[in-house]
């Protein structure tokens, strides 16, 4: 599936041969970036709902979530630093949002680090609120998580 954004973005479900593109954008995202290992065992996740995104061809961002019983857990998602605040993320979280909605969902859930305030904005700007904290959640430096939800359907 390609799914046509504007003239020149454009993303598509990721195949094996876009691993290498994946790890490029993840490396230039994040201090303690996921291995390559890690992104080829999504490919045989049957949960695992995983977009790259394309500017003019360039690889740019992309987005990893799973579809569970009752909800959709965001497991990762990155522009690289060259493409940010161009609404890549926001066209990738949509897609995210959408197939939510689709699909009858009625929560999405994600962890963020506390201290990323510029991903902790972009989750707010979609509606996402913070549930809670988990403590020392990330392993590498002990960090805690904040866990962000977004109601699709009233509470029941
Ligand atoms: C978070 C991230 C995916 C956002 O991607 P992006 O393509 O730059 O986001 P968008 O251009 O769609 O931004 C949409 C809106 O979100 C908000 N936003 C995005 N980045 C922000 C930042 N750094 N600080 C404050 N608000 C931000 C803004 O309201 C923005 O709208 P605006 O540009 O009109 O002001 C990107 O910054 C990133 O890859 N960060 C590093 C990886 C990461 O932290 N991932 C999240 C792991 S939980």
Do not use: C
Request: net charge neutral; charged share 30%; aromatic share 14%.
């Amino acid at each position: 599936m390609i799914v046509e954004t504007t003239n020149t973005i454009f993303f598509k479900r990721v195949t094996k041969n876009d691993i290498d593109d994946i790890v490029l954008i993840e490396n230039e995202s994040f201090k303690h970036p996921w291995k390559k290992e890690t992104f080829e065992s999504e490919l045989n996740n049957p949960y695992s709902r995983f977009f790259i995104a394309k500017k003019e061809n360039s690889p740019a961002g992309f987005i990893i979530y799973w579809d569970i019983p009752y909800e959709i857990h965001l497991i990762n998602i990155a522009v690289r630093p060259q493409f940010r605040r161009m609404n890549i993320g926001s066209m990738l979280l949509g897609e995210m949002i959408k197939y939510a909605k689709d699909k009858k969902k009625h929560l999405i859930t994600l962890e963020v680090r506390i201290s990323n305030i510029g991903a902790i904005n972009f989750y707010k700007k979609f509606g996402f609120k913070e549930a809670g904290i988990r403590e020392k959640y990330y392993v590498d430096n002990d960090e805690d998580a904040i866990v962000m939800e977004l109601y699709i359907y009233d509470k029941i």
